[in-house]
């Protein structure tokens, strides 16, 4: 897994400082998928484009080599399918981890892996729907997905 520096990681504040790491937390029982989201788009023409609930399209045009889509899976998944306009996309991801009051923070042996975010850089692919599904490891199974019309 690749290891995102604190400056960036410093622009995904969710519900409180979200740091990552990539140190091994305790095992505990596996959350089941509870949320998927979008949370940002980056390329070099828009810089980072904030993606709010139940937005269907990016607001800015992305268009161009190297851009980014970060998505925030709350819970554990089997294995992620991920695809823009149905070609696979490759990413890295990077452990999300909670104390126990619920603000967000580094993985470390004071915290428990609540989720992972993942960094998919689309390669050169450059406008379409981007897609993310995953289901559960565990009970109910569920499959849990979100899409985004990327400009």
């Not at 045009?61 to 970060?70: A, E, L, M, S």
């Not at 996309?89 to 915290?111: H, M, P, Q």
């Not at 428990?112 to 850089?121: A, T």
Request: charged share 20%.
């Amino acid at each position: 897994m690749k290891y995102m520096n604190r400056r960036v990681v410093a622009a995904f504040a969710i519900g409180g400082a979200l740091f990552l790491g990539a140190q091994t937390a305790s095992a505990a029982t596996a959350p089941p998928l509870s949320q998927v989201k979008v949370l940002k788009v980056e390329s070099p023409s828009c810089g980072f484009e904030d993606i709010a609930d139940k937005q269907e399209q990016t607001r800015c045009d992305h268009k161009g080599p190297n851009i980014k889509v970060y998505v925030l899976e709350v819970g554990y998944g089997r294995e992620a399918h991920v695809a823009l306009d149905g070609f696979e996309v490759d990413g890295t991801r990077t452990k999300v981890c909670a104390f126990d009051n619920g603000n967000l923070t580094d993985c470390s042996e004071r915290t428990k892996v609540v989720g992972y975010l993942y960094i998919f850089d689309l390669k050169g692919k450059q406008d379409g729907i981007f897609t993310f599904s995953n289901t559960s490891i565990n009970a109910p199974g569920n499959t849990m997905s979100t899409q985004l019309y990327i400009k």
